[in-house]
Structure formats: C-alpha cells, structure tokens
C-alpha cells in the first residue's frame, strides 16, 4: 500500500471494515473482533469516547446475543405457596420478562454501537475541520 491509489482505496474502506470487525468479528472465532479493536483503536478517524463506545457495549457485538438467545434454556421447578410445582424456564434468567429485556437489550445494544461509531466518524476532514473530542 505505498502508492496514493491504495492509500486512498484503503481510508475509503477503512471505517466499513472496522465497524464490522468490531460488531460481527466475534463469529470469526474471537479472532476478528480483536482484530476490529485493535484497528479501531489505533484509527485516528474516532475520538476515545467513541473508540471505548465501539469496545464495550456489548463486547463481542452481535455473539453474545446471538449465544444467549439459541443457547438451551435452563429451568428451575419450585413449590408455591399453595403446594403447586411449577416450573419457570429461560435463557438467561427463569423470570421470562428480565431474560426477554436482556436478549433484547443484547441484540439492540450492537446496532446502537454500530450507529455510533458510523455517526461519529471523522473521514478524511482537514485536521482544523474535525470535531474536538469531548
């Protein structure tokens, strides 16, 4: 990449691949999203408050949601009050309204990531140009 054609094609290309490492990188076995931080770090293209949006909400991107949502639900049996078993299942929790808000939360955290870090992207504007990172 020595040549300015490339240097040009590559910064075009450059915060696509980055968010996309960051969001779904995780399904390459871990490898490409450690990948997609390590380039999202070192970019020069986002502020720190947005580098440290792109790594922690939700680490992983999409994987963890994904995991949790196909991952065998698990139950637990309890007596009531009155004698009666019942039995409550679930993914992450045996309360179906918390394990529901978080697989929500899961799949929609990602999205907001990804909108973000697109939103808040700095491409190729003059240095006296770009937005100060708060």
Known sequence: MSDPVSRTRWQQWEPLVIVLLVEVGAFLFAVGWLTGILMLWTSRQWCTRDKIVGTFLVPGGFVPAAVLTFW????????????????????????????????????????GSMAWLIRHHQAQLPVKVQQQCV
């Not at 009531?80 to 078993?85: P, Y």
């Not at 299942?89 to 918390?98: A, E, R, Y």
């Open 72 to 111: 065998t639900e698990r139950c637990t049996a309890a007596i009531n009050v009155s004698g009666i078993a019942e039995e409550r299942c679930g993914h992450i929790s045996t309360t179906p309204w918390v394990d529901m808000l978080t697989l929500v939360v899961l799949w929609v955290a990602p999205l």
